[in-house]
Each structure stands twice: as C-alpha cells, then as structure tokens.
C-alpha cells in the first residue's frame, strides 16, 4: 500500500441496539461509547470513521462534532442529505467545525432513499434528486473557496454570501473532501463532476475496475474541472487468526442472520439503492468471489455491509491490495462488535497494508 491510502472505520450512531451484531446492550449509543470507539480509533492508527445518516438515527452532524471535541486526530467522515441541509447552512456548519479542529472534517454526500416527508423534503424522482445534489455540491463548494457569492440555480439561489469563519487551506486540502456513493447513471454523473472521492460497496474486483474507468470517462465526457476523481471501498472485513476460523466465524453469522431474517442489517428498513441492489443480486453469481469476497450475507441484510472480505489479515490485506491495485486509496472498513474488531484489525490488518516489507502479501 502507498502512503497516499487512508483506512477508516465506521461507528454506528443508531438508536436501536444489535446493529450488524454489535451485542445489544445498555448505552450502546450513548457519548461515552461511541468516544470510546473514536479514541481506540486513533490509538490503534484508524484515520477515521464514517458516521452514517438517516432520518431515524441520531442526528451525524452533532455526534460527529461531539466526537472531534473529545479527541485530537480522529477524522469524522459526516454523512448528509441535501434535502435536509440548505447549501450555505451546510456550508457555515462545516466551515465552523473545519476550523474547531483543525481541519479534520470529511463530508460524505448521499442521495439515496429515506423518509424524506418527515423531515418535510420532497425529492420528485432520480433525476431531480440527483440534480439538486450537484447543484448542492457545487454550491458547497464556492462557499468555501470564494466570497460574495451569488448563485441563482434551479434548487438552490443565495445572494452575496460570504461563509465564516473560512476555510483554511492546509497544503492540497482546499476545503473537507465530498465523498459520494451511487451506481446508477444520474449518480455516476454526479460523482463525475462533483465528488472529491467516489465510494464503492464491496464489489468483486471486476465490478470495480469497470466503474472506475466508467467514471474516468465521464469525468473527460463532462469537462470535470476539478482535480482528478479518487477511488475509495466501503466493505466489511472480517479477520480471524486463521482463515478456518474467520470462515467459521462468518458461516455462523450468516446462520444467526437467517434465524431473524436479516433484523439489525438494514439501517433504513425502506428499498434499497441501485448500488446496494448490485450487493444483493452478487449471490446469484456464488457464495464466494474472487478470493474471499462472501456474498452470503446479502440473502438476509439490506443492502449496506452485505458482502464480507473472510480470512486471515494476510488474506483480507492481500485482497485489499488488489483493489488498491485497481485505483482505490480511500478504505471504509468494519466488522462487529465494532469496538473490539477495532482493536483487533489495528493491531492485526493495519501493520500488513502500511508495512511495505509486506509487499509480497499484496501481489
């Protein structure tokens, strides 16, 4: 792995407990267990964490700004809804948590489905939707590099409006990233034009290397005229001493999945995305991809976190480099019990894909 590759984790701001099979217990979502989570983050070399989003869940925006005052380089990748944010709102909010810490704010777009009409949001159909979120990100964008800003769009118009505090530029980093997800065409073009980072599920390598130069090609299509689109990977990873044991580990799992038919594994409880469909039909295909890539799971969860890297860290570290191999330098990693999987792959996963004496286990 080269220096420029990041590994994050995710912590899972939920208000029921059990998630993905975090044991379900008292406080699961309380500020001193989700800190605990964000300061072994940081003592065992994580980046940061995804904090996901949706209406019925806490509120991302404020456990990520009470998790970055409780520690000193934990980087909480937020996740937001255009349709829940007004653009210089968003912008100002971000701005003042950017300067509060020093630059360790990172921003993950989603335009996927929720219930939008609780919080009084109406996203017409996937055109429209995507639509207002370029026009979100790009709007975004000019109130934290310009002044005086005046914009008169078909979703969104301000006029004269100058975000404060600013953001500090910190060497290449102009402002937070903007990470996006999204598989279908109207998110592709999305992602093409406007994302800093572009984040995949955990597709087989083929899958990946084709969307890859698909948005490499719309980028040029476009007349992308921001620096080049990065490549990242949210999957699940799930590292035992031995392969036996992860493979035994995951099997048992997916039997205790299937005995609550998947309760606990979709966040939302709503239909899936274009991209966490992709997830669920890879069964069709087999149980297991490429190497390692067990795709099981998608037969009882909800999209999200439903394929597995199993094996050994040698073997999950090797799979990892082939997809670092295809472009990706962004990795969004988790297994349960969150907190001590944390540990377990710093101590255990990490070495492997920093340490360059183990460049062998990557080919």
Do not use: C
Request: aromatic residues 8%.
């Amino acid at each position: 792995m080269s220096a420029d590759t990041e590994f994050l984790w995710y912590i899972p701001n939920q208000v029921a407990p059990g998630h993905r099979g975090e044991p379900a217990v008292e406080n699961h979502n309380s500020l001193e267990t989700l800190t605990s989570h964000a300061k072994a983050l940081e003592e065992y070399g994580w980046k940061g964490a995804l904090i996901g989003t949706g209406w019925g869940r806490p509120d991302t925006f404020t456990v990520a700004a009470s998790l970055a005052a409780r520690t000193t380089s934990f980087e909480p990748l937020i996740a937001i809804r255009p349709g829940y944010w007004r653009p210089a709102h968003f912008a100002s909010a971000v701005a003042t948590l950017d300067q509060l810490t020093a630059g360790r704010v990172r921003i993950n777009i989603v335009s996927g489905k929720d219930n939008l009409a609780a919080y009084g949001d109406s996203e017409g159909d996937q055109i429209h939707r995507y639509a207002r979120t370029r026009e979100f990100m790009r709007l975004v964008r000019r109130l934290w590099t310009e002044e005086n800003v005046t914009f008169a769009g078909e979703h969104f118009q301000v006029t004269g409006s100058t975000v404060m505090p600013r953001i500090h530029v910190r060497g290449d980093r102009r402002h937070p990233k903007l990470y996006f997800g999204g598989a279908s065409e109207a998110a592709a073009r999305v992602s093409a034009s406007e994302a800093d980072v572009q984040l995949f599920w955990g597709e087989p390598l083929d899958g990946v290397r084709e969307r890859i130069e698909r948005l490499k090609a719309l980028s040029r299509e476009l007349d992308r005229d921001l620096p080049p689109l990065e490549f990242g990977l949210r999957v699940t990873t799930l590292v035992r001493d031995t392969a036996g044991q992860a493979w035994a580990d995951a099997e048992a799992k997916v039997d205790e999945m299937a005995k609550g038919q998947g309760a606990g594994w979709n966040d939302h409880g709503r239909a899936v995305a274009v991209g966490q469909q992709r997830l669920l039909d890879l069964h069709a295909r087999g149980e297991v991809l490429d190497d390692n890539l067990y795709t099981a799971p998608g037969k009882y969860g909800g999209g999200a976190g439903t394929t597995w890297l199993v094996g050994s860290a040698a073997d999950v570290a090797r799979s990892l480099g082939r997809y670092r191999d295809l472009g990706i330098t962004h990795f969004v990693l988790s297994d349960t019990p969150y907190l001590s999987e944390i540990k377990r792959q710093g101590d255990q996963l990490l070495p492997l894909l920093r340490n360059g004496a183990q460049a062998a286990l990557l080919e």
